[in-house]
């Protein structure tokens, strides 16, 4: 294919040195001289490892050169990669104004060009900066997106010092696209690299840069707070890290990684406000730790906020426990749910198939007492008791018997905390609220 690759800082370099060294005909375009003079030498404008090289053969063979003239570079290809920075306004907000410039300079080359042409945003950006910003200033130039020209964002997974490495052998490739012809554009770019390969819509692929950076600096803020509290407590991290490391099916997995509800339970909460207060004792700042308490009861509280948004009185509640097929009721955000709810007036039933007062007994029958001593006079006996009661029904269980019996339609108002089975059909209808969106 002939390509145009816009920007050729370290994602635009690569990108370019590596898809000539795939057979692709590229051209690198940057408004810097000097980088497009040392590509067109056969140099590198960036240091990393192997791009020297690569860059030198594939100019030799003649699949890459460069120049500072988009409307030359847009004509000369029929796919344009756009790898323009995306830096932070001092206010921490996204700049997007090498976006908006280039993006003005693509759709300025399409209104001379025939035959259709697909733009690909690499550049890291806000979920809606696509079709919300980018797309309208191609369409004042160019016609309309998807019909006229293809549009498609493919975020990049290079990391500085292995990013050929990443290029070649990457963790996926992930393709938002307007429309399919623009995907499939996309996907031929990377026809027989390793890696599966993820379709989706625009907005998602714009989120998915975003989880994997945020995850990634949350790990290493994990690592590091974990470790300076083992040190304080003559503990070899490194060692504690080897075991956790270890463990495949709940620490590096999938597991808890799906959006939801508040955690709660027996364990949790209270493991975490010790070891924070282990590590306030030996004066260690753990800012991550102590605040992923925090965090989950302001995740707690957008559900009572969705409840006060509908203006309804009569609630329904199904779910109590910490956890499906169980009595616990320790800590059960639910029961934190319940009680606020409660305490705000609310006109409260409640349904939970493993929860009877007259069966709990100990820290459980404790807990409850003092939490939620009204307890007895709120649970409800059947699922039906329960509609025929509420405006509006928090689902905070899969217990079959539930999922089963909810209703469709505006009335009650179904708050679902747990993104149920059926949840993407529901969205559409006017009557159900999603937490886990």
């Known amino acids: 294919m002939r390509v145009s690759v816009l920007g050729l800082g370290y994602v635009g370099c690569v990108s370019a040195a590596c898809l000539a060294s795939q057979g692709h005909e590229v051209i690198g375009v940057d408004v810097n001289q000097a980088k497009v003079d040392l590509v067109n030498e056969g140099k590198a404008p960036v240091v990393e490892e192997r791009i020297g090289e690569l860059t030198a053969e594939v100019v030799r063979t003649g699949a890459l050169r460069a120049t500072v003239d988009v409307g030359e570079a847009v004509l000369g290809s029929e796919v344009s990669l756009v790898c323009v920075g995306t830096p932070s306004e001092p206010n921490g907000s996204?700049?997007?104004?090498?976006?908006?410039?280039?993006?003005?300079?693509?759709?300025?080359?399409?209104?001379?060009?025939d035959g259709r042409h697909t733009v690909v945003f690499r550049s890291t950006m806000l979920p809606g900066t696509c079709m919300n910003l980018l797309v309208p200033i191609l369409e004042k130039y160019a016609g309309t997106a998807g019909v006229d020209f293809g549009v498609a964002v493919n975020p990049e997974f290079l990391r500085e010092g292995t990013s050929v490495r990443d290029f070649f052998d990457p963790p996926k490739t992930v393709i938002g696209e307007l429309d399919p012809a623009s995907g499939e554009t996309v996907a031929a770019l990377y026809d027989g690299l390793p890696g599966e390969v993820f379709r989706v819509p625009v907005p998602t692929a714009e989120a998915i840069k975003y989880a994997d950076n945020a995850f990634h600096g949350l790990k290493i803020g994990f690592a590091n707070e974990l470790g300076a509290v083992c040190q304080a407590l003559g503990v070899d991290s490194h060692q504690v890290m080897d075991v956790f490391l270890a463990d495949r099916k709940l620490n590096i997995s999938p597991a808890y990684l799906r959006p939801g509800f508040a955690f709660g339970g027996s364990c949790l909460p209270k493991d975490l406000r010790s070891l924070v207060h282990a590590a306030q004792r030996a004066d260690i700042a753990v800012p991550i730790l102590a605040n992923v308490l925090t965090s989950n009861t302001a995740h707690l509280q957008r559900a009572v906020e969705l409840v006060e948004r509908t203006g309804k009185r009569r609630v329904g509640l199904f779910g109590l426990s910490f956890k499906p097929g169980t009595d616990d009721l320790r800590e059960s955000p639910l029961v934190e749910l319940a009680e606020?709810?409660?305490?705000?007036?609310?006109?409260?039933?409640?349904?939970?198939?493993?929860?009877?007062?007259?069966?709990?007994?100990?820290?459980?029958?404790?807990?409850?007492?003092?939490?939620?001593?009204?307890?007895?006079?709120?649970?409800a006996d059947s699922v039906d008791e329960v509609l025929e009661h509420a405006e509006v029904c928090l689902v905070g269980t899969r217990d079959p018997a539930v999922l089963s019996a909810l209703p469709h339609g505006e009335a009650p108002v179904l708050v679902d905390l747990i993104r149920l089975p059926d949840a993407e059909a529901r969205r559409t209808e006017s009557g159900y609220v999603g937490l886990a969106w």
């Open 94 to 113: 996204l700049c997007t104004t090498y976006l908006e410039r280039v993006a003005e300079q693509i759709g300025a080359a399409l209104a001379e060009k």
């Open 340 to 379: 606020r709810l409660f305490g705000k007036g609310y006109d409260l039933k409640i349904y939970d198939a493993n929860v009877s007062l007259s069966r709990l007994m100990g820290a459980n029958r404790e807990y409850i007492e003092n939490r939620l001593p009204h307890l007895a006079q709120l649970l």
